[in-house]
């Protein structure tokens, strides 16, 4: 397994539009976590899965936000109706068991102009 | 809410120099992470800690989890350039599935 992979890594959108973004977590892994970072900061908490339950989802997280995990195997996080303030890093990590060790992909970069 | 607050901010210093960086909580957390991010890339695990009081050396690495479990500090002896990147501290609470991260610290050793 060669670990966690996001797609696209980069993605350019204008304000309004939506974006979708996959994971494919290490396929041994059950839990599945996104954050979301801006630059220079630590990763904010956005939701979690147990396999294909989503278990917690940040207060933060605006309705325009939505994560799934058909299957328990890859996620998709979609933001619709973009704003410039969702530009930042989406990081996506899984681990093996509660507040085991997380492994991150190289993320997803997102710009809304 | 669960906040960690880590200082210092920035910290640049010389090739060999000594450092520490803390990580800040009025939370009780039952393990503590520290993780290591290059640019364009995820964070890396460094160390877990999870008794309160307890030490962990990796080389020139030494993290200590506070009495408390509050709070833990990351020291660096004669630090190197590759030492570079942007270090989060990440705690986890009880019975709460996920890792809060903290504010993190981006260290520049500069040769």
């Known amino acids: 397994d060669t670990g966690v992979s996001q797609d696209p890594r980069h993605k350019i959108t204008k304000r309004g539009q939506n974006v979708t973004f996959r994971c494919d977590p290490i396929?041994?892994?059950?839990?599945l976590y996104w954050y979301r970072q801006t630059l220079g900061q630590g990763p904010e908490f956005l939701t979690y899965?147990?396999?294909?339950?989503?278990?917690?989802k940040s207060r933060l997280l605006s309705d325009r936000f939505s994560a799934e995990r058909p299957k328990g195997s890859f996620s998709t996080l979609e933001i619709q109706r973009t704003e410039q303030g969702d530009s930042a890093m989406y990081l996506c990590?899984?681990?093996?068991?509660?507040?085991?060790?997380?492994?991150f992909g190289e993320g997803s970069r997102l710009t809304v102009l | 809410t669960q906040l960690l607050e880590q200082s210092p901010q920035f910290l640049s210093i010389q090739e060999g120099e000594n450092l520490t960086v803390y990580c800040n909580s009025s939370?009780?957390?039952?393990?503590l992470q520290w993780y290591r991010q290059e640019p364009g890339e995820g964070p890396v695990l460094l160390v877990t800690?999870?008794?309160?009081?307890e030490v962990k050396k990796l080389k020139r690495l030494t993290f200590q989890f506070g009495d408390a479990r509050k709070d833990s500090s990351l020291h660096i002896t004669a630090a190197q350039p590759g030492d570079t990147g942007l270090y989060l501290c990440?705690?986890?609470?009880?019975?709460?599935?996920?890792?809060?991260f903290g504010t993190g610290t981006r260290l520049t050793i500069i040769p």
């Open positions: 990440a705690g986890a609470g009880f019975g709460n599935e996920k890792l809060t």
């Open positions: 396929s041994e892994h059950n839990r």
């Open positions: 899965f147990q396999n294909e339950a989503q278990l917690e």
């Open positions: 800690v999870v008794t309160g009081g």
């Open positions: 990590a899984s681990s093996l068991w509660v507040s085991g060790e997380l492994f």
């Open positions: 939370s009780v957390f039952s393990s």
